[in-house]
T-cell receptor, first 112, second 111 residues
Framework: DTAVSQTPKYLVTQMGNDKSIKCEQN?????MYWYKQDSKKFLKIMFS???????INETVPNRFSPKSPDKAHLNLHINSLELGDSAVYFC???????????FGPGTRLTVL | SQQGEEDPQALSIQEGENATMNCSYK?????LQWYRQNSGRGLVHLIL?????REKHSGRLRVTLDTSKKSSSLLITASRAADTASYFC???????????FGQGTRLTINP
């Protein structure tokens, strides 16, 4: 009974390709997030959705586009992948903003 | 912007000893949270302390918060090998609608 799941776990791709990462939570939470963790373990928020509405967009390049088809899903599509996009991407959810967040297992993206 | 900064960046102790990690932040907060991340895994929420609280306990964890110094500490008592992980503090940066994480303390418990 995974609370927050992400697919795929690993993603290796060439520069310039387009890829998507999917996230689903079965906790009934209203808020979902995407984070990027770099090689130094620094975790930075990218997007936040509350009840399918975008509430945070942290100056992320517009090559990154989140999509929330319903409250339980928040997918991340990345166009024209660059070397600097290589990182671990985490999805998370919480009952509301400011409350404890539940993280997925992460997707390690490697751009060659 | 990076809000929380953990100290030390790395800590290595013997099993059974206590581990203390510190976190400093810059702006006012509504609450501060601590998370644990095992290698190759997602973050796991440990404890939340509100700005009007000074101390909170959960099992072997003890968190303190000093809003006048803008700092918090996480104490893990009687450490175990399974406590080996990175520990992050996160704040809501003046009530903003997001958490800002520090770079974490990497804790190693030696058997």
């Amino acid at each position: 009974d995974t609370a927050v799941s992400q697919t795929p776990k690993y993603l290796v791709t060439q520069m310039g390709n387009d890829k998507s990462i999917k996230c689903e939570q079965n906790l009934g939470h209203d808020t979902m997030y995407w984070y990027k963790q770099d090689s130094k373990k620094f975790l930075k928020i990218m997007f936040s959705y509350n009840n399918k509405e975008l509430i945070i967009n942290e100056t992320v390049p517009n090559r990154f586009s989140p999509k929330s088809p319903d409250k339980a899903h928040l997918n991340l599509h990345i166009n024209s992948l660059e070397l600097g996009d290589s990182a671990v991407y985490f999805c998370a959810s919480s009952q509301d903003i400011g409350l404890p967040q539940y993280f997925g297992p992460g997707t390690r993206l490697t751009v060659l | 912007s990076q809000q929380g900064e953990e100290d030390p960046q790395a800590l290595s102790i013997q099993e059974g000893e206590n581990a203390t990690m510190n976190c400093s932040y810059k702006t006012s907060i509504n609450n501060l949270q601590w998370y644990r991340q095992n290698s190759g895994r997602g973050l796991v929420h440990l404890i939340l302390i509100r700005s009007n609280e000074r101390e909170k306990h959960s099992g072997r964890l003890r968190v303190t918060l000093d809003t006048s110094k803008k700092s918090s500490s996480l104490l893990i008592t009687a450490s175990r090998a399974a406590d080996t992980a990175s520990y992050f503090c996160a704040t809501d940066e003046g009530g903003a609608q997001k958490l800002v994480f520090g770079q974490g303390t990497r804790l190693t418990i030696n058997p």
